[in-house]
């Protein structure tokens, strides 16, 4: 475990530059490819809910600094706070960054995230809920949580259940990983530009005569561009319709099953690497993960933070598992990539055991999450339901 005695103040975690036409908030921990923190999302929160009071400010940039846009939560720091003291620690983070997630979700004020690079978790719930979902060609999208023993969250239920067939249950299961061109083929990006042409977007948004979304959305398209998908995308027709032949099972054990099933006839790398991973992952996170995305399906956004949002609690508190602190341990402290899970097999976890996650804790100072009602959320409109 890291020492707890570095008490090196990190400064200007998150920008928050612009004039009175419009607002840039750029995450700047590159070093620690933007993970998101107590005091990051503390900020943002706050910055967000008054630059959407401010007559004056017609839009918002959300971008970063460096490869990343945001791997997602700072699991370090949040673990680290935990151990120290009490897993409600925790649950205040993930209390504000839902609360943060659904305001950006259901922004008044046009929100532009410029995904230059990889997003993952916690920076996912940033951007995958609004309105524009705006990537290049560096782009890397990944829901990679049952590996350290949690579980797709930040909405993660809202906006993979609406993806296509059962790709969302496959991005979630497997952590797989895709490139802009994918995220705009599947429905998790709304726009693709080249990367260099980034910087002139902005320039044509900061001279915008005005903020009427129309307008943004042509200029947009001025840049925006039809990537070709690489012969090699997990995103095509013939392994579309493996994904949904595995992954439509009601349970894991019977997705697991029918992806070895698959390979016998079929040995393409993808479904091996999905196989391995799976195997790799905490058995009750990937139980959770299936469970919250096939829920998520029939909730909207607002219904399925509040959910996801239990079930964060239970995990954190270990209420049958320890799995995220061995994960965590295994992946991120000592990585020596060799987790423990307990239980250590799919079999081993009951039905019960998982619904346990979904209940709520009976504990004086736990209350179910509640956000403020807003209206209703841009992927509602925008993607499809299935």
Same mark, same amino acid.
């Given at each position: #475990?890291? %020492?707890?005695? +570095?008490?090196?103040? &990190?400064?200007?975690? !998150?920008?928050? &530059?612009?004039? %009175?036409?419009?607002?840039? *908030?750029?995450? +700047?921990?590159?070093?620690?490819?933007?993970?998101?923190?107590?005091? *990051?999302? /503390?900020? #943002?929160?706050?910055?967000?809910?008054?630059?959407?009071?401010? %007559?004056? !400010?017609? =839009? *918002?940039?959300?971008?970063?600094?460096?490869?990343?846009?945001?791997? @997602?939560?700072? !699991? *370090?720091?949040?673990?680290? %706070? #935990?151990?120290? @003291?009490?897993?409600? =620690?925790?649950?205040?983070?993930?209390?504000?960054? =839902?609360?943060l997630d659904y305001l950006l979700a259901t922004y008044k004020k046009p929100l532009l995230p410029l995904i230059d690079g990889i997003v993952m978790g916690g920076g996912a719930g940033l951007c995958m809920n609004g309105r524009f979902r705006i990537v290049t060609e560096k782009a890397v999208f990944a829901m990679p949580e049952a590996s350290i023993g949690l579980f797709p969250d930040v909405g993660a239920s809202h906006f993979l259940s609406r993806l296509p067939g059962n790709f969302g249950e496959y991005l979630g299961l497997t952590g797989g990983r895709l490139n802009g061109a994918e995220m705009l083929a599947c429905g998790l990006a709304t726009h693709f530009l080249f990367s260099k042409d980034l910087s002139l977007l902005e320039t044509a948004l900061k001279t915008l005569p005005s903020s009427d979304m129309t307008i943004i959305y042509q200029v947009i398209n001025k840049f925006a561009q039809k990537p070709k998908l690489k012969q090699d995308t997990i995103y095509q027709t013939q392994r579309l319709e493996t994904i949904n032949k595995c992954f439509s099972k009601d349970t894991v054990e019977e997705i697991l099953l029918a992806l070895e099933n698959e390979v016998k006839n079929n040995p393409e790398i993808w479904i091996n690497k999905a196989i391995n991973s799976m195997k790799a992952a905490s058995p009750t996170s990937l139980k959770i993960t299936l469970r919250s995305i096939r829920a998520g399906r029939l909730q909207n956004l607002k219904l399925c933070l509040t959910r996801e949002y239990t079930i964060c609690c239970n995990v954190l508190r270990?209420? !049958? /598992?320890?799995?995220?602190?061995?994960?965590?341990?295994? #992946?991120l402290f000592d990585k020596d990539k060799k987790p423990k899970w307990e239980p250590s097999k799919l079999e081993l976890v009951s039905k019960e055991m998982v619904d346990r996650y979904f209940n709520g804790i009976d504990e004086d100072d736990w209350k179910y999450l509640q956000i403020p009602e807003r209206s209703v959320t841009s992927m509602d409109v925008l993607m499809p339901k299935l």
């Amino acid at each position: #475990m890291p %020492s707890f005695c +570095n008490f090196k103040t &990190e400064l200007n975690k !998150v920008l928050f &530059e612009g004039d %009175s036409f419009y607002r840039e *908030v750029i995450l +700047n921990r590159p070093t620690k490819l933007n993970s998101l923190d107590y005091e *990051v999302i /503390s900020l #943002m929160l706050k910055n967000f809910r008054d630059f959407e009071t401010d %007559s004056t !400010v017609k =839009f *918002v940039i959300l971008k970063a600094n460096g490869r990343a846009f945001s791997a @997602g939560g700072d !699991v *370090v720091s949040i673990v680290s %706070s #935990m151990i120290t @003291g009490h897993w409600c =620690f925790g649950a205040r983070f993930y209390k504000k960054q =839902f609360n943060l997630d659904y305001l950006l979700a259901t922004y008044k004020k046009p929100l532009l995230p410029l995904i230059d690079g990889i997003v993952m978790g916690g920076g996912a719930g940033l951007c995958m809920n609004g309105r524009f979902r705006i990537v290049t060609e560096k782009a890397v999208f990944a829901m990679p949580e049952a590996s350290i023993g949690l579980f797709p969250d930040v909405g993660a239920s809202h906006f993979l259940s609406r993806l296509p067939g059962n790709f969302g249950e496959y991005l979630g299961l497997t952590g797989g990983r895709l490139n802009g061109a994918e995220m705009l083929a599947c429905g998790l990006a709304t726009h693709f530009l080249f990367s260099k042409d980034l910087s002139l977007l902005e320039t044509a948004l900061k001279t915008l005569p005005s903020s009427d979304m129309t307008i943004i959305y042509q200029v947009i398209n001025k840049f925006a561009q039809k990537p070709k998908l690489k012969q090699d995308t997990i995103y095509q027709t013939q392994r579309l319709e493996t994904i949904n032949k595995c992954f439509s099972k009601d349970t894991v054990e019977e997705i697991l099953l029918a992806l070895e099933n698959e390979v016998k006839n079929n040995p393409e790398i993808w479904i091996n690497k999905a196989i391995n991973s799976m195997k790799a992952a905490s058995p009750t996170s990937l139980k959770i993960t299936l469970r919250s995305i096939r829920a998520g399906r029939l909730q909207n956004l607002k219904l399925c933070l509040t959910r996801e949002y239990t079930i964060c609690c239970n995990v954190l508190r270990a209420t !049958v /598992s320890n799995d995220l602190y061995e994960g965590s341990r295994a #992946m991120l402290f000592d990585k020596d990539k060799k987790p423990k899970w307990e239980p250590s097999k799919l079999e081993l976890v009951s039905k019960e055991m998982v619904d346990r996650y979904f209940n709520g804790i009976d504990e004086d100072d736990w209350k179910y999450l509640q956000i403020p009602e807003r209206s209703v959320t841009s992927m509602d409109v925008l993607m499809p339901k299935l």
